[in-house]
Nanobody, 121 residues
């Protein structure tokens, strides 16, 4: 069982940056691949980034063009999403996820409750 808690969201102007954190419970954090997803009002939840158990492999959404690098610190049981050059269309609730598979799809085993990111023009 894994509990995930996101933090770091908020209101930021276009062009600014935010760093999201996802803290995980338990002693088996390194067992899981981790992912970030986002969902804007009226839209489907979409994949943002994912990282493998020890951080060796990463996957990114093509549409983000490398703006949102993902990283993890297994000693702190935490995964991060660095959001740079933010645009109004990045406004969404951002979710952290954990699972046995490294995937861009919804097939993760555990999900956080999300953190709101709002980008003003």
């Amino acid at each position: 069982q894994v509990q995930l808690v996101e933090s770091g969201g908020g209101l930021v102007q276009a062009g600014g940056s935010l760093r999201l954190s996802c803290a995980a419970s338990g002693r088996t954090f390194s067992t899981y691949n981790m992912g970030w997803f986002r969902q804007a009002p009226g839209k489907e939840r979409e994949f943002v980034a994912a990282i493998s158990r020890f951080g060796a492999n990463t996957i990114y959404a093509d549409s983000l063009k490398g703006r949102f690098p993902i990283s993890r610190d297994n000693a702190k049981n935490t995964v991060y999403l660095q959001m740079n050059s933010l645009k109004p269309e990045d406004t969404a609730v951002y979710y952290c996820a954990a699972g046995r598979s490294l995937t861009t799809g919804p097939g993760y085993d555990y999900w956080g409750q999300g953190t709101q990111v709002t980008v003003s023009s």
